[in-house]
């Protein structure tokens, strides 16, 4: 199958974070004959008794650590993911300059041996072993998408506030609308919010350059999705999903039985959902793998409801607007 896409104007790509988070636009299409303008503050009206909604919790760490070689010169190392066969804190990691830092080159943060290169490890990346903790060491920043030129005030607008399990490299933005108050209203309102912890990796927002989606090498991302939560889903009236991360974690242990572990779940074309009724993401970078889990969820309609949000000067990818679609389960069987 093809890989959508769609015009994306480089004015529509949102710089900054709107204020305060729940007043972020939302396009509503959970009606196929209707399309409803509302914020994302307005979405516990549109929840009761018998909805799940489903977060991820991974915290974005600050995986971007700016140190020095012994010589003097600048190094960048990007963290990726822990890597314990290869060793005790040992991670994957992209490098800069990559071919100056031979294995065993030290890297300093201040006067302290912060890294050590290590092997290539394929697809431009590095073993690395880190001697700090970025969490607690001030070497490190929050890795934004290279679509965003401008610097963010406060690196915890670039987390959910309910971010509690450090392991991502992204994140998972449709739930950076969400605000404690939103979501106790949606309590209120009758329905159960669970959690799942996906860790976000580059690969999410990689393009595919495949030229048919079913070439593309799809990335893995670990995930964990608690016993607690699964049966909560399995009964629910509706499972909305907050984001293309939760819908992956839900979704893969659905299909394998297996309640955590590295998901290689691709979900494009006539995918068979097994829990995600109602999603709530944000718009998507042409020929993005989360574009395809779109169009597998909601269908070709995808490309009107986008037409409509740029026609209405919606903000699109990390810092902008969402839209709360229904699909998944409720499609199975229906006509593409």
């Known amino acids: ?17 709107v204020e305060p988070r729940d007043a972020a636009r939302l396009l509503v299409a959970l009606d196929p004959d209707r399309v409803e ?10 929840v009761g008794p018998g909805d799940v909604i489903v977060v991820n919790t991974s915290r974005v760490l600050p995986a971007r650590l700016h140190l020095t070689k012994r010589t003097g010169g600048a190094a960048e190392v990007l963290l990726l993911e822990p890597d314990p066969a290869a060793g005790p804190d040992t991670w994957l990691a992209l490098v800069r300059p990559g071919r100056r830092l031979a294995p065993g080159t030290e890297l300093l943060a201040g006067d302290r041996v912060a890294v050590i290169v290590g092997e290539r490890a394929g697809d431009g990346q590095r073993r690395v072993r880190l001697l700090v903790d ?6 490190g920043e929050i890795p934004l998408p290279p679509y965003i030129h401008q610097p963010l005030a406060d690196p915890e607008r ?21 605000t404690d108050e939103v979501i106790d209203r949606c309590r209120q309102r009758g329905a159960t919010v669970a959690v799942v912890d996906l860790a976000v990796g580059l690969g999410t927002f ?18 964990q999705v608690p ?18 991360t939760t819908v992956r974690a839900l979704e ?41 889990l779109l169009e597998a969820f909601y269908g070709p309609g995808w490309r009107d409801l986008y037409q409509v949000a740029l ?10 607007d969402a839209m709360l679609v229904a699909g998944g389960r409720s499609r199975v069987g229906a006509q593409p």
């Open 252 to 292: 893969t242990a659905a299909a394998t039985g297996n309640p955590e572990g590295r998901s290689q779940l691709f979900i494009h074309g006539h995918f068979h959902w097994k829990l995600v009724d109602v999603l709530l993401t944000n718009f998507h970078q042409p020929r993005s793998t989360l574009l395809l």
């Open 311 to 320: 026609d209405e000067g919606y903000r699109f990818l990390s810092f902008g």
């Open 37 to 46: 303008h509302r914020q994302v503050r307005d979405l516990p009206e549109m």
């Open 158 to 178: 670039y987390q959910t506030v309910y971010a509690d399990q450090p392991g991502s490299v992204a994140a998972p933005t449709a739930g950076l609308h969400l």
């Open 134 to 139: 970025p969490t607690q060491a001030d070497i």
């Open 227 to 244: 016993a607690s939560t699964m049966e909560a889903c399995r009964t629910a009236r509706r499972v909305v999903a907050v984001g293309t």
């Open 1 to 17: 199958m093809d890989v959508p896409s769609y015009p994306l104007p480089d004015e529509a790509i949102a710089q900054t974070p």
């Open 206 to 223: 990689r393009p595919v350059t495949a030229a048919k989606a079913e070439d593309h090498e799809m990335h893995t991302e670990r995930y």
